[in-house]
């Protein structure tokens, strides 16, 4: 699951333990499925691309806590088409 794009950059990111092991879990759990193990940066791509298509509302957030809100509110209502709800 290589990402192939060319226009791709490289980000490092800093994550604790239990972080990677959830990373690794889903990788894992994956294979074990029957499918292809993605990279960590796979998943995190896919989480990234999730994220863009429900634009939450990231407006006056001021630490990680509240970022983390704004995106549970965002999952539950799902992703925006046209800028709309």
Known sequence: MRN???NSLEANIGLNRKQISFLDKIAREIRFSGGRKP???SIVRTFTKIAM???PDVSGI???KEFE???F???KI?????GKK
Do not use: V
């Open 62 to 64: 001021r630490s990680e």
């Open 53 to 55: 298509l429900l634009k």
């Open 4 to 6: 192939q794009n060319k």
């Open 69 to 71: 809100k704004r995106f």
């Open 73 to 75: 509110q965002a999952f």
């Open 39 to 41: 990279s960590r940066s």
């Open 78 to 82: 799902g992703p925006k088409k046209d």
